[in-house]
């Protein structure tokens, strides 16, 4: 008896129909390829609306000083609470494809052309250049700013007391290493005020003349620094010297004239100073940031997103803090921060550092500082600025 056949499991019945191939979809029709040329001429003539713009954009800037009257020095016109408006709206309005930090600092280029028109700002810093503090300076005033390296932090208040600086930007805190405490104990004798403030994502790198990890025997930076990459430098020279120095500017300075010695700095400074970058970024949190003050002579109107610094010296009473905080709580006020410092008014008396949300012309600060005063001996306002943007 013949075998029949498809007679195996799962085959098909022989007289079953065959299956349909599913239907493909038709392809999509590729795009053309844009003309080149064509391309280029519409970057050109966007590029000629940009600059037409950016030069009318000039000349009322120019209006903008004549309608505010004889006025002597550019400090005069330079409004930080206005800038910081624009830039908001700049990142409010935003579509793309450029990020909001790419537009910022495009826009803060522009601000700052335009006003260096009367006179530029001059601007003390912690020095020498290629400091981070230089960096800080670029960021919030623009590169048409004149920077004034500083060999102290001390320096650059008594510059600006003295007039000889329009502003200074000094730092303030370290994200991983926290408060610099030589910025804080000027507050304590200076009248200038904060009048902004910038954050500064910080990246260091090991620099030196030879760019070889093995040639290494010392490692120049500025304390904060070193700290900031102890893991870093534990891990890969453990047995290395590591000398502080006042800047990483000066580190990289001393770098540059021994085959054996490295520098902790900004990428940057290695361009300045003629190093090669060994390896980096080498900090130990990759959220490395600084925060630096804009110091002023005088208070600024509110920007409408600002923070308000306040010095407090607090009486000798049981609840004598708590007293303090508690009229900021009650009227919604959000502390950012609080140190505490020797008041240098006696042994064992201390000043209260508190930073919290608001302006001093708000309503609600107003009150807080009204009640504030019940209970300090002295009260003095730091400065009531915008908030970075960015």
């Not at 056949?5 to 795009?31: H, Q, T």
């Not at 007039?163 to 408060?179: C, H, I, K, L, W």
């Not at 490395?288 to 600024?300: K, S, Y």
């Amino acid at each position: 008896m013949a075998a029949r056949r498809g007679s195996g499991k799962g085959s098909k019945p022989a007289d079953a129909a065959p299956r349909k191939a599913p239907a493909r979809k038709p392809a999509k029709p590729a795009e053309p390829r844009p003309d080149l040329g064509e391309v280029r001429g519409r970057i050109d003539a966007i590029d000629r609306e940009i600059q037409a713009l950016i030069g009318e954009r000039a000349r009322w800037a120019q209006q903008v000083g004549k309608a505010k009257g004889p006025l002597k020095a550019a400090v005069d016109y330079y409004r930080p609470e206005r800038e910081a408006q624009v830039l908001r709206m700049v990142v409010d309005r935003n579509p793309g494809p450029l990020t909001d930090e790419v537009l910022v600092r495009l826009f803060r280029e522009i601000m700052s052309a335009c006003l260096a028109q009367q006179e530029p700002l001059k601007i003390g810093y912690l020095g020498p250049q290629g400091t981070f503090s230089e960096q800080a300076v670029h960021k919030h005033f623009g590169h048409s700013a004149m920077g004034m390296p500083m060999e102290s932090i001390e320096e650059v208040f008594e510059e600006v007391e003295r007039r000889n600086a329009d502003f200074g930007v000094v730092p303030v805190e370290n994200s991983g290493q926290g408060t610099i405490q030589s910025t804080l104990d000027m507050f304590l004798t200076s009248n200038l005020k904060i009048c902004g403030e910038v954050e500064l994502r910080v990246h260091q790198h090991l620099l030196s003349r030879t760019g070889r990890l093995e040639d290494i025997a010392r490692v120049y930076g500025h304390a904060q620094s070193l700290a900031q990459c102890k893991t870093w430098l534990r891990q890969n020279l453990p047995q290395t010297e590591k000398i502080a120095l006042p800047s990483n500017a000066e580190a990289a300075k001393r770098a540059r004239s021994a085959d054996d010695a490295a520098a902790i700095a900004g990428e940057s400074a290695a361009h300045v100073y003629g190093l090669k970058i060994v390896a980096g970024p080498i900090e130990d949190r990759p959220d490395n940031t600084t925060r630096f003050l804009v110091l002023g002579r005088e208070l600024f109107p509110p920007s409408g997103h600002d923070r308000t610094s306040l010095l407090v010296f607090v009486k000798d009473q049981p609840g004598a803090l708590f007293n303090v905080l508690r009229p900021l709580a009650e009227q919604g006020l959000s502390m950012n921060r609080i140190e505490s410092r020797p008041a240098h008014t006696g042994k064992w008396q201390y000043a209260f550092f508190i930073d919290f949300n608001g302006h001093v012309d708000d309503p609600g600060v107003r009150q807080a500082l009204k009640e504030v005063e019940q209970f300090a001996s002295r009260v003095t306002i730091l400065g009531s600025y915008p908030v970075a943007v960015l």
